[in-house]
C-alpha cells in the first residue's frame, strides 16, 4: 500500500496564493493516479482534481477549473495542488488520494488517502 502526507497549507487573503503538497511512500508510486479532495465544516467531501499516472491526463472539478493545477513527479513521489486567486468558500481541509485503478474524480474509486490539511481562506 501506500502513504500519503499532505502539507502546505495555511491560512491566505482572498486572492491570494497557495501550493498544496503530497508525499508518498510504500509501493511505486508511479503506478497510481492521484486526486485532491476537499471537506468544508459540515459537508461532504468533494472531488477537487485528479492526475493519471503520467500525468497526460487532468480532470478538475468546475469550481476550481482556471484557477488550480494539479502536477506530480513520479522521482519525488509527489503530487501537487496550485491553488491561486483562492475564495473564501475554498477553504476547506484538502486531501491527497490515489487510485490504483483509474484517473476519476469518484471518491469510492480512492483506495489511500491522506490525514488532510487545512487551507482557510479569509475575505
Known amino acids: 500500500q501506500v502513504q500519503l502526507v499532505e502539507s502546505g497549507g495555511g491560512l491566505v487573503q482572498a486572492g491570494g496564493s497557495l501550493r498544496l503538497s503530497c508525499a508518498a511512500s510504500g509501493r511505486t508510486f508511479s503506478n497510481y493516479r492521484m486526486g485532491w479532495f476537499r471537506q468544508a465544516p459540515g459537508e461532504e467531501r468533494e472531488f477537487v482534481a485528479a492526475?493519471?499516472?503520467?500525468?497526460?491526463?487532468?480532470m478538475y472539478a468546475n469550481s476550481v477549473k482556471g484557477r488550480f493545477t494539479i502536477s506530480r513527479d513520479n522521482a519525488k513521489n509527489a503530487v501537487y495542488l496550485q491553488m491561486n486567486s483562492l475564495r473564501p468558500e475554498d477553504t476547506a481541509v484538502y486531501y491527497c488520494?490515489?487510485?490504483?485503478?483509474?484517473?476519476?474524480?469518484?471518491?469510492?474509486?480512492?483506495?489511500?488517502w491522506g490525514q488532510g490539511t487545512q487551507v482557510t481562506v479569509s475575505s
Open positions: 492526475i493519471s499516472w503520467s500525468a497526460g491526463v487532468t
Open positions: 488520494a490515489a487510485s490504483d485503478r483509474m484517473t476519476t474524480l469518484v471518491k469510492g474509486d480512492y483506495d489511500y
